[in-house]
């Protein structure tokens, strides 16, 4: 079975500055996708970035960017010029390319992320 | 993106009762859709996968005849709490892929706050 691993279960970061989200996971399948979503006070899960495990160029979405290191099977999250909307609890997932259309997502934990202004 | 509505957003009880959530893919079929449950400052726990005209299949300690599931349209997905208690107290959340393949991307409702008093 699939596990996502988020170690960390708080972050803080100044508005403007950059933070890294970190998110490991662990599977023995080659073709998977991986995910961030955020979950704002509102509850309402926010897809914010995606990554297909064969391409090897790591996704890119405004300020959001991803390190996916697939040997290592790592996938963080780099939030750049923090804004105050970003405050929420970010959630890595991971759902494999198998099982057609019920494939579904495995979660991690999540972190709370807060911005300070 | 597609848009995934659920309703009630929250919804209050008395224990004993069952209450109904509905989730409905607003401008898209969805054969496929999944209920998660979520507690305050955690991970979204799946509960069941729903496709349309078969029975949901559900994971391993969540109570099939206590959470039913009807997806009886390409549309709309149910969750029934029966006799709830208020150990259901929790936020319900589905999610419906827009594509029959896995590589079709998941929506999230708003979610459903349930209070069994």
């Known amino acids: 079975a699939q596990t996502v691993t988020q170690s960390q279960p708080e972050m803080s970061v100044q508005e403007a500055e950059t933070v890294t989200l970190s998110c490991t996971y662990d599977?023995?399948?080659?073709?998977?996708?991986l995910f961030w979503y955020k979950q704002p006070p509102s509850r309402q899960m926010i897809l914010v970035i995606r990554q297909e495990a064969y391409k090897q160029q790591n996704a890119t979405e405004n300020r959001f960017s991803v390190n996916f290191q697939k040997a290592a099977k790592s996938f963080s999250l780099k939030i750049s010029d923090s804004q105050l909307g970003d405050a929420a609890m970010y959630f890595c997932?991971?759902?494999?390319?198998?099982?057609?259309?019920?494939?579904?997502?495995?979660f991690g934990k999540g972190i709370t992320l807060s911005v300070r202004p | 993106g597609a848009v995934v509505s659920q309703h009630p957003s929250w919804v209050i009880c008395k224990s004993g009762t069952s209450v109904k959530i509905e989730c409905r893919s607003l401008d898209f079929q969805a054969t496929t859709m999944f209920w998660y449950r979520q507690f305050p400052k955690q991970s979204l726990m799946l509960m069941a996968t729903?496709?349309?005209?078969?029975?949901?299949?559900?994971e391993q300690g969540v109570e099939k005849d206590k959470f039913l599931i009807n997806h009886a349209s390409l549309t709309l997905s149910t969750l029934t709490v029966t006799s709830a208690h208020p150990e259901d107290s929790s936020f319900y959340i589905c999610?419906?892929?827009?594509?029959?393949?896995?590589?079709?991307?998941?929506?999230f409702g708003e979610g459903s706050r349930l209070t069994v008093l």
């Open positions: 599977t023995s399948e080659s073709d998977y996708y």
């Open positions: 729903s496709n349309e005209g078969s029975k949901a299949t559900y």
């Open positions: 997932a991971y759902r494999s390319a198998l099982d057609g259309a019920n494939s579904k997502l495995t």
């Open positions: 999610s419906a892929r827009d594509r029959p393949v896995a590589a079709g991307e998941l929506f």
